[in-house]
Nanobody, 115 residues
């Protein structure tokens, strides 16, 4: 059974950091693209970062996505957080491995940036 379970969310002050984890089971993460998305209240879901199955990490501004294939776990390191980063964060996996169309999704973890 395919499962993606996010963890690591919570309340953080502006300027702080968080690392989200996405533990997967039921498939081999190394063969899949993995992405992080977020959805804020009243807004559409948006992509945050993605790495193809051939990539181990990628940094985009304040966010770094990475994977540990041995642990079947992906991560999202978020630095210099802002209130506008407040959202539910989801990880997703894609069979094709190319960050195009995702097949499996986690349930999400809440990130709240507030003083």
């Amino acid at each position: 059974q395919v499962q993606l379970v996010e963890s690591g969310g919570g309340l953080v002050q502006p300027g702080g950091s968080l690392r989200l984890s996405c533990a997967v089971s039921g498939f081999t993460l190394a063969h899949y693209a993995i992405g992080w998305f977020r959805q804020a209240p009243g807004k559409e879901r948006e992509g945050v970062a993605c790495i193809r199955n051939s990539e181990s990490s990628s940094t985009k501004g304040r966010f770094t996505i990475s994977r540990d294939n041995a642990k079947n776990t992906a991560y999202l390191q978020m630095n210099s957080l802002k209130p506008e980063d407040t959202a539910v964060y989801y990880c997703a996996a894609e069979v094709l491995g190319s960050c195009v169309e995702f097949d499996y999704w986690g349930q999400g973890t809440q990130v709240t940036v507030s003083s």
